[in-house]
């Protein structure tokens, strides 16, 4: 069943060398492959992200990757340190403070890649 094996993500991106860029730079995700129209990306034991050349990319605001961390506060501060905009909200349900908003399971916190993909780092309480 694909339930006993590990799922790959894949993002698109209308501009696929600064997506490369900022995974690699800004994120500190190692390259595992890539080609003229797609980078691979090695996400914990054996995830992977995908980064995919698109003509269109993407037009939805929701999340479209997770990562599970240990230390949501730590990997804010990181990603601020490299470049990261992390995203604040004061809205009806979620209201971050410094960027981590408790959303009752977890604490969270949100960003934007340059393809316009929303994504998100989560840690369990």
Known sequence: MLGNYPIEVVLLATDLKASRD?????IGLEIVRESEN???FKCGNEGRLSISASTTGTTDEQDQATWRVDDVAAEVKELRSRGVEILE???P??????GIADVGHAFAAWFVDPGKNSLSILQYK
């Open 38 to 40: 797609a980078v691979w």
């Open 89 to 91: 909200f004061d809205l």
């Open 22 to 26: 900022f995974y690699v730079q800004k």
């Open 93 to 98: 349900g979620i209201k971050t403070v410094d």
